[in-house]
């Protein structure tokens, strides 16, 4: 393979350049983050979701070595059945396309990958970030970093609760990524509508993400990311206490395992997964559902945005 570019699929291709609201959809939930057969039918019920907003969805994953934006039903059946898919952050995009791989890009990647394509919104579940032991172990998600640097808004339900919530925000205060609450003025912790922590912004609709969106670009300023943090509802959050022995638990098998580094979340969250019944799985996809639905909203509000705001 010679030809190392990133390929579009012809509705994504199509949509970018006829500049109607698209939105990125990772895929590495599809590969590594839900059990099969349960991940193929979400994902896509997911790219349904934004369908139904108004949005055209744009799944980015690499297959056989082709970086494509806008993954086709059998691209997207492929890395959700075949064995061997590699999870790529960022740092491996070039190395597995080299080496023609199978892979699912992770919200860092996704993230990067959608940007470079002219794609402003993104939709996930539960961002990375500091892990509990980090002043030990320095595990820190690539997702802040690569939002530190990449022009991009994700939608998403906050970060992990399997986290270290409150060092996660203040590295993205350092790092200068922008944090907003959808309607709300508290952080998300993913399965949990309020993970204990205050945000100094929030923001009533998708047009006034979209203000922001717009703002940030004509004042030319600030070049990173801004997370939309939109929480269940309480009524569909997991049941708190659930959670905490849930957490807990798991928290005394990793050290009774000796499991550590990348090992650590797909861990915790199949213990999650085993532990709470399945619960937590579909909390999990109530998340990526709602984060799709108002991603859409967001880029079409964008859309019209530039249409009638032209620079």
Known sequence: MTNFHISFGTEVADALRDGRPVVALESTIVSHGLPRPDNLLVARQIEQAVRDAGAVPATIGMVAGELIVGLDDAQLTRLATVDGVSKLSVRDLAVAAAT??????TVAATSAVAAAAG???FATGGLGGVHREAAQTFDESADLITL???PIAVVCAGVKSILDVGATLERLETLG???VGYRTRRF??????DAGFDLDWSVESPE???DVLLARERQGVHHGGLIVANPLPTDEQLDPALHDRTLADGLALLAEDGITGKAVTPFLLAHFHSATHGAS???NVRIILRNADLAARIAVAAAARRTDSPA
């Open 100 to 105: 023609g791989a199978d892979g699912a890009t």
């Open 119 to 121: 794609i402003g919104v």
């Open 148 to 150: 530190a640097r990449t």
């Open 177 to 179: 990524v922008g944090v």
């Open 188 to 193: 998300p912790g993913f399965y949990l509508t």
């Open 208 to 210: 006034q993400v979209a």
């Open 281 to 283: 799985l579909a909390v």
